[in-house]
């Protein structure tokens, strides 16, 4: 099949601005609604002490149950969503999760805290994943790690004014006889469950589905979609046993899980740090201040995507991006209030910036049932790093009395992913994979040109067949 005749340079795209239009606004906000109902808990720290009486340790282990439930329900979810449809799960997701959220109002103690957590991991399990599968239907190999950037500006949206919204919410303490964090989860609880009932009904499965686009369009989509995925082998049954031994998804796996144990830890007692540092602060000051890093995160899940395609590599680009994590973790430690943000404000740049590239890796060797499943595995054992992360902050800083020794660990587990990217890049440069994938759209602004399939299928061979297929 010759790419020129799938779609021209100007259809192509004009037809990806459209799917980017009507596509990407719902999913953004389906994760500004996500990070909010799983990191409301960051602000509400220290009320959920004073009012319950939840210590550090408590609330580091009630906080990463969250990601021990969910890490521990992806793949299924994923396939589940595979097989049954987004519409129809990602609805069942949102529903679900906001019902659970909202009924953290009830909490009275540690151990309904816990137990109200653990079921909020249950119930979101997928979304992440799911979406980043989603996306896969939509937009070709070289456009997903912008496509997925969009995506993830949710998450630093709601990290951004989240904790605005938050203040103010807690200021509602004594309202109705309520505290402030009751009136927080069922602030954000409930409108996720209507949300939800809004996606079961607009958010179409495939491109066929979709009404917005014409029949022609659809035709476009689908053949950019199918000749993505004819350069080269590809796996596309999922097996647990042909995961464990693909190098590229285990090495994608273990470094996404320091990426992840850094930016929970952070995301969950970063408000907490400047409510010690700065005694009395109000509510809205302290979510203004603790929303400074994630404008750095937001300005990064956009321009560093963009940065790998220009530069025709995502792992040359990620590996000098990673090192800004523990850099920064090491600088708010060591240095006074004002060092301590802007360090966390440089760790945090570059959090929504190499999501992407990690996530858009898989498709390299992975398609069908085995690019769900492997996404979710992958997000499942980065997962587990939000589980450590915030258990071992908490512990560290109810022993230590100080947050900066956990500060100095995260920081070594982010040089651990220093080292992660770095052996990615090795295998990729050596492949030439990713290369003939992001060559694909440079020429005419993202054009696929005729001989693209035979260059990433040459790449392909140079692995070998045990990383490729299993």
């Known amino acids: 099949m010759s790419a020129d005749a799938l779609v021209s340079p100007q259809e192509r795209a004009a037809l990806l601005a459209k799917v980017t239009r009507r596509l990407m606004p719902l999913l953004v906000g389906m994760y500004i609604l996500s990070f909010l109902n799983r990191s409301n808990i960051g602000i509400a720290k220290p009320d959920l002490e004073a009012d319950l009486g939840i210590g550090a340790a408590a609330y580091g282990l009630g906080a990463g149950l969250f990601f021990l439930a969910y890490a521990l329900c992806e793949v299924p979810s994923n396939l589940i969503m595979h097989r049954v449809g987004a519409r129809r799960w990602m609805a069942r997701i949102m529903v679900s999760w906001g019902a659970i959220s909202t009924a ?81 989860f069922l602030s954000e609880g409930i409108p996720t469950i209507l949300v939800g009932i809004y996606v079961f009904f607009v958010l179409p499965d495939k491109p066929g589905d979709a009404t917005w686009l014409t029949d022609n369009e659809r035709r476009q989509i689908e053949g950019l979609i199918e000749f993505d995925n004819e350069g080269g082998e590809h796996r596309h049954v999922f097996s647990l046993r042909a995961m464990i031994k693909n190098r590229l998804v285990v090495l994608v796996a273990l470094t996404y899980f320091t990426h992840q144990l850094c930016i929970y830890a952070v995301t969950f007692f970063f408000p907490g740090i400047i409510a010690q540092t700065f005694p009395g602060i109000s509510n809205v000051s302290l979510g203004l201040l603790a929303g400074i890093p994630w404008v750095a995160a937001a300005i990064g899940a956009l321009t560093i995507p963009r940065l790998a395609n220009r530069f025709g590599s995502w792992t040359k680009v990620m590996l000098p991006a990673f090192f800004a994590i523990p850099l920064g973790l090491v600088v708010a430690a060591a240095t006074g209030p004002i060092g301590g943000i802007l360090g966390m404000t440089l760790a945090a740049s570059v959090f929504f910036g190499v999501q992407p590239l990690l996530f858009s890796l898989p498709s390299l060797r992975l398609a069908g049932t085995a690019l769900a499943g492997g996404l979710a595995l992958i997000n499942s054992i980065g997962l587990t790093g939000g589980f450590i992360g915030p258990y071992a902050m908490g512990l560290i800083e109810e022993t230590t009395g100080s947050s ?61 067949n045990s990383d490729v297929v299993g």
């Not at 103690?109 to 979304?127: K, T």
């Open 404 to 464: 900066d020794p956990g500060l100095y660990l995260l920081a070594g587990f982010g040089a651990l992913g220093c080292i992660g990217s770095s052996l990615l890049h090795r295998m990729l440069t050596r492949t030439g994979e990713q290369a003939a994938v992001l060559r694909a759209a440079q020429p005419a602004s993202g054009v696929v040109h005729g001989g693209t399939r035979a260059s990433v299928s040459e790449s392909a061979e140079r692995v070998g």
């Open 104 to 184: 953290t109002f009830w909490v009275q103690g540690e151990w309904s805290f816990y137990a109200l957590r653990f079921l909020l991991g249950i119930a979101e399990a997928g979304l992440f994943p799911g979406v980043m599968l989603y996306l896969t239907y939509w937009f070709p190999k070289a456009e997903r790690a912008r496509a997925m950037g969009i995506f993830l500006l949710g998450a630093a949206a709601a990290l951004i004014f989240g904790p605005i919204f938050g203040g103010f919410i807690l200021d509602l303490e004594g309202v109705l006889g309520l505290h402030g964090w009751q009136w927080l």
